[in-house]
């Protein structure tokens, strides 16, 4: 376990992180990106080696590849590669770990990722998962654009690529997601 643990997790609650440096994952953000994928909370498997989408039942690091964001399947250790590939990566509860069902409505910084995406101007912004979506919102979404911006930054909404989230899996909204981020003229 890290250091900044503060309390081990429990299956229902997941781990919230009280020493003020302690996000549970580093947000992979700076301007000129093309895009950058915001899930609600990292996993508890995530958390736990350090690495963004590393849990085993995750779709992320395969949906990435095959929609076309990525050149080649990337392992979630790799995730400080994206930026390269013009995609960033950051969580609306930077301070908590582990199963969404965990999360309560004071873990989410809706202010903060709103400033974190006003500093950095990426061309998109997804949600990997209606939750995060919804929370941000501030109602119900659908898949596909959100329909608003934060400054120039277009938002989408995407399904969830967790391992629980399987029932409700299709890399449809991913793949058109990949066609207006990469597009005939914006090769990887």
Known sequence: MFPWWSTPASATTGTRRTDALADALPDLLRPGLDLVICGSAAGRRSADVGAYYAGPGNKFWRILHESGLTPRRLAPEEFTLL????????DLAKR???????LRAGDDDIAGLDAKIQAA?????????????AR?????????PLGTTIGDTALFVLPSTAGLASRWWDPSPWQALSCL????????
């Open 83 to 90: 930026p390269d590939f013009g995609i960033g990566l950051t």
């Open 96 to 102: 908590y770990s582990g199963p969404d069902a965990g």
């Open 121 to 133: 101007r990426p061309r998109y912004l997804a949600f990997n998962g209606k939750r995060a979506a």
């Open 136 to 144: 941000f919102a501030g109602g119900p979404v659908d898949y596909g």
């Open 181 to 188: 981020v990469r597009g005939p003229e914006r090769p990887i």
